[in-house]
């Protein structure tokens, strides 16, 4: 192999750069011959005047705009996951919001209609508090779904739920 | 008044959490809807004795089957202030939610007619 080189071909002769398939993108910057890509590892290949200057250029395909390319490419892609997270966040939090909020309407209907207890009062003042008060993020979510969980298991256990246990 | 209560929820979330949808702030209304229906139904049956079947089984259980009626409510009030919301958001303008006067005015409408059905639906068994 020629030393100084700056990026060597794999063994298909073709140098890959990930998010960068666009040999096209050819700056020669060897002496003016006529440039034959070519797939193969061939030693007429490797003895190319273009591998001569492979700092710069490995197979007619410049190292230096494809490098950069495949940054923006890394930078593009960060920034659509960036985005992407953010908007998970957002939907998560709304989904929150309105099962906070459907928790409440649901508590006040069967109050008000079967008549209304103090586990009613309790189960209102938890889900406000959780929609309400408690911020979005991590922490609200946990301790929202903390909550749920233990009411279920308590519900699957005995039939009733933590606020008609303590307060009823 | 209802559009006075989604603009003020449409504001607060968009303060708290930057959402900018009319989702959460027309399912609130429709709750504070519900609020005003439970206390119109309560007074009607603190007047005249007239009350409408109940749903039988334990708490969860009719809390369970009353879910998708009340997903059908959110989708009706989603709709209904989806194509009003720029309208309703346009009309208050930038004027801040959070003023002594707007709090006091959403207690009075929304949590006050919630505490007087209570207070009278505390004597139904």
Do not use: V
């Given at each position: 192999m020629d030393k100084g080189r700056f990026v060597e071909p794999s063994s298909s002769g073709q140098v890959h750069t990930p998010g960068t398939h666009k040999p096209s993108t050819t700056t020669p910057t060897?002496?003016?011959?006529p440039q034959t890509q070519t797939t193969t590892n061939s030693p007429a290949t490797n003895k190319s005047p273009l591998l001569d200057n492979a700092n710069t250029a490995v197979n007619g395909a410049s190292v230096v705009p494809s490098t950069i390319a495949m940054g923006t490419e890394v930078i593009k892609k960060s920034a659509t996951y960036t985005d992407d997270i953010a908007r998970i966040g957002q939907t998560a939090t709304r989904a929150s919001r309105i099962l906070g909020v459907g928790a409440i309407g649901l508590t006040a209907v069967d109050g008000l209609s079967n008549g209304w207890k103090n586990h009613h009062t309790a189960d209102a003042a938890i889900g406000a508090a959780q929609t309400f008060l408690l911020g979005s993020g991590p922490v609200g979510w946990g301790v929202s779904l903390g909550f749920f969980v233990t009411d279920l298991l308590v519900k699957a256990y005995s039939g009733k739920s933590i606020t008609e246990h303590i307060f009823d | 008044m209802y559009n006075f209560i989604f603009w003020f929820f449409y504001r607060f979330f968009e303060w708290r959490d930057g959402d900018r949808s009319p989702l959460v702030a027309a399912v609130v209304t429709a709750v504070v809807v519900l609020f005003h229906l439970g206390f119109l139904y309560a007074l009607i049956r603190e007047c005249t004795g007239f009350s409408f079947p109940r749903i039988a089984g334990s708490y969860s259980h009719r809390k369970a089957v009353m879910v998708p009626f009340m997903i059908i409510w959110f989708v009706i009030s989603y709709l209904y202030f989806k194509s009003r919301s720029s309208r309703i958001i346009e009309k208050y303008?930038?004027?801040?939610?959070?003023t002594f006067r707007n709090i006091a005015f959403v207690i009075v409408i929304a949590v006050l007619p919630l505490l007087v059905a209570i207070l009278l639906s505390r004597k139904v068994e």
């Open positions: 060897a002496e003016s011959e | 303008g930038d004027q801040k939610f959070g």
